[in-house]
């Protein structure tokens, strides 16, 4: 595995090829979704931390969830909401869970995760973390869903903003943000992961679902980058206008 920039995976040209259309970002047109940084499973006071560290299982793969989370991605995500709301950019949250006490509006495969981590409306394991919190006014999508599109009405609230680029943060890296972001590519729109925002259970399915994603679905860089690039555009439009 090579790497072109510091924290962006890049395969490896004798390995596969990057088949995904490159693209400069248009600030008037574009949305910072971050997806499912809730306690229930992006930190260690409630939910799955929680539950593990009082069982004695938070073992070294565990960690690898928490310290990532800790350490990289609530830094990034931070630096990156200060600068989308400082530059008046759109920003829209996702949230995972059950909104009913008994979970029967979860599908049947999601219902033991909901149990497992207490991850339903009005508990603390549903709220969004203290340290990425939304600020008001900005959109909060509930999904039961692994992916966005199938349970919420992202896709008409985007539309109705007139957005056309997403970049994708939060957690898990191969689950809820990188389904939620090939479903969006699947839909017409321009995506970016963004590398240093984003986690998973275990690094390694972080890593190979980047791999995947830059291979056609869409763009992957980090948020120095992405921000450097976004002020650019702006700038520019500025100096057009």
Known sequence: MSTNKPGV???TDDYIT??????????????????????????????????????????????ERFERIEN????????MLTFFRENRLRVI???????????TDAPPHM????????????????????EVKPLP??????????????STGIDSLLRSMGVEYILFAGVSTNMCVGTTARDAADRGYHCLLIEDCCGAAQNEYHRW?????????????????VMAEIMRNLKRAVSQS
């Open 93 to 103: 949250y996702l949230t995972i869970g059950s909104e009913t006490d008994d979970y």
């Open 9 to 11: 995976l890049r395969p």
């Open 137 to 150: 006014g900005e959109p909060v999508l509930n999904k039961t869903t692994i992916g966005a599109f199938a």
């Open 209 to 225: 679902e980047i791999v995947n994603f830059q291979r056609l679905f869409g763009r992957v860089d980090s948020s120095d980058n």
């Open 111 to 130: 219902v033991r995760l909901f149990k497992g981590t207490n991850n339903r409306k009005g508990q603390l394991e549903h709220e969004i973390v203290e």
């Open 18 to 63: 990057n088949l995904s259309m490159s693209f400069e970002i248009d600030p008037a047109k574009v949305a910072l979704v971050v997806v499912d940084m809730q306690y229930a499973t992006g930190s260690r006071k409630a939910g799955l931390g929680k539950r593990l560290t009082e069982e004695g299982k938070l073992d070294a793969l565990a960690r």
């Open 72 to 79: 990289v991605v609530v830094p990034n995500l931070q630096k």
